[in-house]
């Protein structure tokens, strides 16, 4: 007995022995294939750093670059083609090897195009409260804006960029065109949204179409709350891990959007994130999924109407989504999402007049083609350039892929299906939108271009966060940590929620409707400084002049001009940099021949948004104007030229 009782216990030490030591070899295979991906990562993306200035398209005589660069002879869409080729240089290796390392650990390509998609009710995936959760959120997030000083968000006027909103806007008023009497380069929305607060309240100021701006930003939050909600729901974690990993989502998710412009999601994100929640709910299974994959087709006309940009990156999106239904052979959905489509265009035809809606195409065609044109700023080298947030944007996509890269190809994930294909669109959505970075390539268009990738970043950076957590202690454990722990948690969890939206200052909900109504009612003037006395000046002096006329006409980049003299814009063009290309400038010449406006505002000193200045960049209207107009007088900083 006692010698077979030994051999059984030598043979349960080898069988131990073995397995530590398939372990330890597992490990150790594992580590090496880590440190290989690593490795081909980071000179992947030397690669892609090099090559990125070897990219040089030669310069089309029909794509002109009119502002910063124009010396250069640097084609537009440059910048593009080198992103697109960074972002397949630095992760294309990655994946390949990815892919081959874990073969026996992956979904293939296949598989994840025919995934089954989960229903609304799929117990695995519980919302342990998240939903309750969220409308206390939600909550927060409107009461911390009904306590915001909005009487000191009154800052000064951007004579350019809001000369875009308020100008239109102001035609709007005297001639119920939209773009028969304004060039929309925004968009509906984006150019006439004024109007809506106008009427609404019955005034015309430039401080309610402020606060109409703070709406928009509030929006952006609430939106962004629902998003991190659908996201939790579809991760199969224990409750309060689960509860706690929402809370720190939603909160990260909101901290993206400032009400001191500051924002990388801006007022035009808002029906941005509207589409991505309802993408998200129209890929479950179930009847309720018919009505949003419906809803889903709508944002096709909708996003047009909405900005223009915008209106491109959603129909893309649209297209992929159709396309993705039918390689799946499931041509119901494909239908639900084209009748949508189908609806939304058969609206807006009918809600606008023949003439709208054909200028409607005219002013989008030509706006579309030849906005980058327009642009003109470089994208900086990535790590040469020193530019830091430039090259930080690159690396966030290489990152952002990489996690999504592991998240949808990985069999053994916490994600529910449904959000592995989410992810691939939420991942599209970023490398498109980010376009929006490659024609105006400053900070701040970056910073808002950026946006969507930093959610990726975000959710990436949480999950492995909580799996590292969930490595320390073990899955169960931690979550009975979390459990044991609760109340303490619900504690500090109470009291950073009331500082970080700011609930001491509750006292200011009693003041929310004299601080609205001050914002609201502000004058004009008020939003002149620090050139209150030049601007007020002005506008008094060109009354005063062209006092005949019931338009004027302007030819400097002070936009909000006939918005402050409270006049219609004589043509079209109230926005010089994007009437440079040639066609448009042909046709504000047919519109300044068919005006005629007796006096120009021709030249100012003061402020100039692009260089060279109009009357360099606009050289075919500037000849037009030498040829029938000559000088009137000269105001302060402002030169006027009469018609001869």
């Known amino acids: ?45 030397f690669l892609s750093t090099i090559i990125w200035g070897q990219i040089n398209l030669s310069l089309d005589s029909s794509f002109p670059s009119f502002r910063g660069i124009s010396q250069k002879n640097y084609h537009p869409q440059n910048d593009t083609l080198r992103f697109f080729i960074f972002i397949i ?34 117990k695995k995936y519980r919302s342990y409260h998240i ?46 065109g939209f773009w028969t009497n304004s060039f929309v380069e925004r968009g509906l929305f984006g150019n006439f949204y004024p109007v809506l607060i106008w009427k609404l309240l019955d005034i015309q100021t430039i401080g309610s179409t402020r606060f109409m701006e703070l709406i928009l930003l509030l929006s952006n939050k ?58 998200f709910l129209s890929l479950y299974n179930g009847k309720i999924s018919f009505f949003f994959k ?104 290489v990152i952002g892929g990489i996690f999504v890269i592991n998240s949808i190809f990985l069999k053994k994930t916490s994600f529910s299906n449904n959000f592995k294909i989410f992810l691939i669109i939420l991942f599209l959505v970023s490398l498109i939108s980010f376009k929006y970075a490659l024609g105006y390539s400053d900070s701040g268009h970056i910073q808002v271009a950026s946006a969507p990738i930093i959610l990726i970043l975000y959710i990436g950076g949480l999950y492995y966060f909580f799996n590292f957590c969930r490595f320390v202690k073990g899955k169960k454990k931690f979550n009975e940590f979390l459990s044991h722990y609760k109340s303490y948690f619900l504690f500090v969890g109470i009291i950073f929620l009331i500082m970080y939206f700011n609930l001491f200052a509750i006292d200011n909900l009693l003041k929310f409707k004299n601080r609205v109504s001050n914002l609201i009612f502000y004058k004009d003037e008020f939003f002149l400084k620090p050139h209150f006395s030049d601007y007020k000046g002005l506008v008094k002096y060109y009354k005063k002049i062209d006092q005949e006329n019931n338009c004027i006409q302007i030819f400097t980049d002070e936009a909000a001009i006939p918005y402050l003299m409270r006049k219609k814009s004589c043509t079209k063009y109230y926005m010089m ?15 300044l021949k068919t005006a005629k406006p007796k006096i120009i505002l021709y030249k100012s000193e003061l402020y100039e948004w692009t260089n060279p200045p109009a009357s360099k960049r606009l050289h075919l209207v500037n000849k037009f104007l030498n040829e029938n107009y000559e000088f009137h007088s000269k105001f302060k900083k402002w030169t006027f030229i009469k018609l001869k």
């Open 294 to 397: 419906i809803v889903t087709g709508f944002f096709s006309a909708t996003s047009f109407f909405w900005f223009i940009d915008i209106g491109i990156y959603i129909n893309i999106l649209i297209i992929l989504l159709l396309t993705f239904f039918i390689i799946r052979k499931d041509f119901k959905n494909s239908f639900l999402i084209f009748l949508g489509v189908f609806l939304s265009w058969i609206f807006f035809y009918s809600f606008l007049s023949l003439e709208e809606f054909q200028q409607f195409f005219v002013n989008t065609s030509a706006i579309s083609s030849t906005i980058e044109s327009v642009g003109g700023f470089k994208y900086p080298d990535p790590f040469f350039s020193g530019d830091t947030r430039a090259t930080k944007a690159l690396i966030f996509f």
């Open 222 to 279: 609430l939106f962004l709350i629902i998003l991190a909600a659908q996201i939790t729901i579809n991760i199969n974690y224990e409750k309060y891990e689960k509860i706690l990993f929402f809370l720190i989502l939603s909160c990260l998710f909101i901290g993206l959007i400032d009400y001191h412009d500051r924002s990388h999601f801006v007022k035009r994100s808002v029906l941005f994130l509207f589409f991505l929640n309802i993408v």
């Open 577 to 591: 940099v994007t009437a440079s290309p040639k066609k448009i400038q042909e046709d504000f010449i047919v519109s």
């Open 89 to 122: 240089i630095a992760i294309l290796p990655f994946l390949t090897f990815f892919l081959n390392f874990y073969k026996q650990d992956i979904l293939k390509i296949k598989e994840i195009i025919n995934i089954k998609l989960d229903n609304f009710n799929n």
């Open 131 to 176: 939903k309750q959760i969220s409308l206390l959120i939600l909550l927060f997030t409107i009461i911390n804006f009904l306590i915001l000083d909005f009487e000191n968000l009154g800052g000064p006027i951007d004579i350019f960029h809001e000369g875009a909103w308020l100008t239109p806007s102001n035609n709007f008023l005297y001639s119920n």
């Open 1 to 45: 007995m006692k010698i077979v009782e030994k051999k059984e216990k030598s043979f349960l030490r080898r069988e131990l022995t073995s397995k530590i030591n398939l372990k330890k070899i597992l490990k150790n295979k594992n580590e090496k294939k880590i440190l290989y991906l690593s490795l081909i990562l980071i000179i992947s993306v």
